[in-house]
């Protein structure tokens, strides 16, 4: 930590607002400069000379004070930031972000930054449930926004439950993973091919066959791996989601295609992450026309489709092979079975029934197992921090 970093801290009206006293006191004493915009609200919980104090900077309120300055500072402000975070975020706030309102100085020169920006939520349990504001939070996450996610507990109205500013202690180290590690290139000059999404078996010009996964991710991985120094082709299944930034991109649609992309850039890749939910199995035969519903029942005969990554763990040689298993039951057992199976050097586990773990959601709950079969557990974060943790454990066996 030696290059020193620049942090604008937006204050929001909550009354945990006192809370981001601590957290800018923790980070000046990591010689962090942080520059505090607090909306008027905020000044009603907390004084702005309390940040004008640790900060040694000026705290910023009201734009049109001083309209000379404003018109320099917000954007100054904004492209100095390394990373910009919102301690506490109100629902008020998250909702203005999320439709691009820029009507006070904080949202103003959030608009105007290019850099990472952090929320940390804090609001009334009914408040953060509300289908509303889990609407904008889902808005700003599949923009790029990322949340340190509120803690449960007794909150200040006098409620219990989710709505809780997290942790102090948490915020910062959320803060200071992605001040530094966004300057780690331990992957630089690696070549990594990443399989993710679903795919599609076709069952006739209309109908196929296919799985809940959404890719969230594999793509994860992706933008991890391109933030870290590598470079990396996507072979990617349809998704909803937005090609991340510095990718190569293969869009496929069946197994069959996805075995054939990644054979084709196999040897060239010295990691080899299969992050996608492939069909095992596909129809036999593809009617040409739209199938009729004249029967009761029908069958359908399936065959065995390639299996990608036991075909990767017999040709890979010394690159570096990552599965994950994605399971209802026995775990651990069915996954360590996989990693050998396949030859992998980690498999990345989930029990998608478990809540927060599964398909089509922002969050994941893993358990990374290596060739000596050793397990670690982590609990519940988002699919961003799960993919740099995934790539802490391979950056291992560089």
């Not at 296919?210 to 120094?229: D, Q």
């Amino acid at each position: 930590m030696n290059n020193k970093k620049n942090v604008v801290l937006g204050v929001t009206g909550g009354i945990a607002a006192y809370k981001a006293a601590d957290l800018t006191s923790r980070l000046v004493k990591k010689d962090i400069n942080v520059d505090v915009i607090m909306t008027k609200e905020a000044t009603n919980f907390i004084n702005p000379l309390t940040f004008e104090a640790l900060t040694h900077n000026k705290v910023t309120v009201d734009m049109f004070t001083d309209r000379k300055y404003w018109e320099i500072e917000h954007i100054s402000l904004a492209e100095k930031a390394d990373l910009f975070a919102i301690v506490p975020a109100t629902a008020n706030i998250i909702a203005k972000i999320a439709h691009g309102i820029a009507d006070d100085m904080l949202t103003t020169t959030l608009l105007a930054t290019k850099s990472p920006v952090l929320i940390a939520p804090a609001m009334n349990t009914n408040m953060y449930t509300n289908p509303l504001t889990q609407r904008n939070i889902k808005t700003l996450k599949e923009i790029g926004f990322i949340f340190v996610e509120p803690a449960a507990g007794r909150l200040a109205c006098g409620t219990y439950g989710a709505g809780k500013l997290a942790d102090v202690e948490e915020i910062e180290k959320a803060i200071l993973d992605l001040l530094y590690r966004e300057k780690e290139k331990d992957f630089e000059g690696k070549k990594v091919l990443i399989t993710a999404g679903p795919t599609r078996e076709p069952l006739d010009p209309v109908r196929y066959i296919t799985n809940r996964s959404s890719g969230k991710m594999g793509y994860e991985i992706a933008k991890a791996f391109v933030e870290r120094g590598a470079r990396v082709v996507l072979v990617s299944g349809p998704t909803h989601i937005d090609i991340p930034k510095g990718v190569t991109f293969i869009p496929v649609e069946t197994a069959a295609d996805m075995y054939n992309a990644v054979m084709m850039h196999l040897e060239e890749a010295d990691i080899i992450v299969g992050a996608a939910a492939v069909a095992d199995y596909r129809p036999k035969e593809v009617k040409k026309e739209k199938i009729k519903k004249d029967e009761e029942t029908m069958v359908i005969e399936l065959v065995k489709n390639p299996d990608i990554m036991y075909e990767v763990g017999q040709k890979k040689g010394n690159k570096i092979s990552v599965g994950f298993a994605a399971e209802t039951e026995n775990l651990i057992d069915y996954a360590k079975k996989k990693l050998k199976e396949k030859n992998m050097d980690l498999i990345v586990a989930n029990d998608v029934s478990q809540e927060g773990a599964g398909f089509e959601v922002d969050t994941n709950i893993i358990k990374v197992i290596n060739k000596d079969l050793e397990v670690k557990e982590y609990p519940m974060m988002t699919k961003r921090e799960a993919a740099h943790v995934i790539l802490d454990e391979i950056a291992k066996l560089l």
